[in-house]
C-alpha cells in the first residue's frame, strides 16, 4: 500500500522571493497490483510525485507512506533498502554505453551487493521476461529504442521490486514500440507488480481504461477508475 497524507512540496524559486508550489495537499491511496496513469501537463508535479516515493526529495509537509513506513523518516543509510521494493524506468533510458544488456542489468545487482551466483541466476531470467534474451550480448548503440527501454525495465525488476515507476517511458519512441512497452507494463502488471505510469500522451491513457489521477498546477484535480485524461 503506498499512501500520500496531505503532501505538499515547495522549492525556493530561483531569482524570485515567491515560492514555487510542486506539489499542493496531495491525498493519495495505491492498493497493491495496482496499474495507475499519472497525467498532467509538463509541470503538474507528476516527477516530483515520483521522486517522493525514492526517497529523492523529501515532502515540506505530509508524509509519505510505503509498506508502513514512513519515507520522510528513512535515512540515508537505508534508503537502498526502500529502492529495492521500487524500480525506476525513466524517458531516457541511462544505460551504461559500454555495457551490454547483460552488464547493464546486472550492474543494478552489483551495486547492491548481489552475488555472481544470484546475478547468473537472475539477469538472464528478467531479460526473457522482457523478450531479450537473444540480445543479451548486444551494446545499448546495436539496440532500437524500444529495446533500450526493455532493457531499463529489465534492470528495474531485476530486484523483484513491489511497485515499478515508469516516468515518461515512451516520450522518446515511435508509437509501434510505444505499444510494445505499454504492454510489457502491462505483463509486469498482471504478475503482481504494481505500475504507476507518469505521462501525458492522451491515447495512452484513455487505451488503457485503468484508474487515471491527474495533477494540475501540483494539485490532485482527479481520480478515476477507468478513467480518461481530460484537462
Not at 524559486?13 to 501537463?41: K, T
Request: hydrophobic share 40%.
Amino acid at each position: 500500500m503506498i499512501y500520500f497524507e496531505n503532501v505538499s512540496k515547495i522549492y525556493n524559486c530561483n531569482g524570485s522571493s515567491d515560492p514555487c508550489v510542486a506539489l499542493d495537499s496531495i491525498n493519495l491511496r495505491i492498493r497493491p497490483q495496482e496499474f495507475i496513469s499519472l497525467a498532467g501537463p509538463s509541470g503538474a508535479g507528476k516527477s516530483t510525485l515520483l521522486k517522493l516515493l525514492i526517497g529523492e526529495e523529501k515532502p515540506t509537509e505530509g508524509k509519505v507512506m510505503l509498506d508502513n513506513q514512513n519515507l520522510n523518516l528513512v535515512s540515508l543509510k537505508h534508503l537502498p533498502e526502500i529502492r529495492r521494493k521500487i524500480g525506476m524506468v525513466f524517458q531516457d533510458f541511462r544505460l551504461l554505453a559500454n555495457r551490454t544488456a547483460y552488464e547493464n542489468v546486472a550492474f543494478a545487482m552489483e551495486a547492491a551487493g548481489d552475488s555472481n551466483k544470484e546475478i547468473g541466476q537472475d539477469v538472464p531470467q528478467v531479460l526473457d521476461v522482457v523478450g531479450l534474451a537473444d540480445k543479451r550480448d548486444y551494446f545499448p548503440h546495436q539496440l532500437s529504442g524500444g529495446e533500450k527501454q526493455r532493457v531499463a525495465i529489465a534492470r528495474a525488476l531485476v530486484h523483484r521490486p513491489s511497485v515499478i515507476l515508469a516516468d515518461e517511458p515512451t516520450g522518446n519512441l515511435d508509437l509501434l514500440n510505444t505499444w510494445d512497452i505499454i504492454k510489457l507494463l502491462l505483463k509486469i502488471n498482471e504478475l503482481g507488480t504494481t505500475i504507476i505510469l507518469a505521462t501525458h500522451d492522451r491515447d495512452i491513457i484513455n487505451n488503457l481504461s485503468r484508474r487515471v489521477i491527474t495533477l494540475d498546477k501540483g494539485k490532485l484535480i482527479r481520480d478515476e477508475q477507468k478513467g480518461r485524461y481530460i484537462l
